[in-house]
């Protein structure tokens, strides 16, 4: 359930995540940030003009997913991972990510499937498989699916080699994906990327939970880029922004 917001402005508490290592300017590191990574930085959000939030705000008093998470539940970011399990950038790049993740306290990782039509129907395949372990056993068994996938696909649409099974699959695993409730997880988080201008993998949405503010970015993006983009969405409105946006308080979910 998405946050509840207040009218009114209050200041942002940079200091609930504060680094050992800072930046002496967050614009300027930005700036580096930029000619170091192939990324493409194309909407930032703020509260005026809501951006699509994470389905089911993490919270460790929640049921489990979907969505699936990976890392601390209570982090004030949420960063939002648009992937397609037969792309082979993000079966480069998704190990990177979640050994980044395992590293921080002020962000958790959210899985949101995005199989693209020139990957099918290998990529749906493979996300059923993923999503019915997560409704089956939880997060930790939806992320050793996707590690799975991704060691063993051939990528590309190709899918995995012929008659290779899942090692973990089990008879709950096999019910789920006997049924449709796979698909309707999978098809709702697809439309939910397109309608929030999400058409590529891998993408990234970084939500400030604090704030409501968040920011869409494109490509492998590293953990440097990631860490300069929490400073950019902590310390408030950019130039670039309508005036009109104000940070606004949000209550816990």
Request: charged share 20%.
């Amino acid at each position: 359930m998405p946050p509840k917001r207040t009218s009114t402005p209050v200041p942002i508490q940079i200091q609930a995540f504060r680094r050992t290592r800072r930046w002496p300017h967050w614009r300027w590191a930005l700036a580096g940030a930029f000619v170091a990574v192939p990324l493409l930085w194309f909407m930032v959000k703020s509260p005026s003009e809501p951006a699509p939030q994470p389905s089911q705000q993490t919270s460790a008093a929640q049921a489990d997913g979907p969505p699936w998470r990976q890392g601390n539940a209570d982090a004030r970011f949420t960063l939002v991972f648009y992937a397609d399990l037969e792309c082979p950038y993000c079966k480069e790049y998704s190990p990177r990510l979640l050994q980044w993740i395992g590293t921080q306290q002020d962000v958790n990782l959210q899985w949101h499937h995005l199989p693209l039509a020139t990957h099918e129907p290998a990529a749906s395949t493979e996300a059923r498989l993923a999503e019915c372990a997560g409704q089956a056993d939880g997060h930790e068994a939806f992320w050793q699916a996707v590690t799975w996938v991704y060691a063993h696909t051939r990528s590309d649409g190709r899918g995995l080699p012929e008659g290779l099974r899942y090692d973990g699959l089990t008879p709950a695993i096999e019910r789920c994906l006997a049924s449709e409730r796979p698909d309707a997880a999978i098809r709702q988080q697809a439309e939910e990327a397109m309608k929030g201008g999400v058409a590529a993998t891998p993408s990234l949405r970084l939500l400030d939970r604090e704030t409501g503010r968040s920011v869409v970015l494109q490509g492998p993006v590293e953990g440097d880029a990631l860490l300069s983009a929490m400073d950019m969405l902590a310390a408030g409105p950019t130039p670039a922004e309508p005036a009109s946006a104000k940070p606004a308080a949000s209550a816990a979910p």
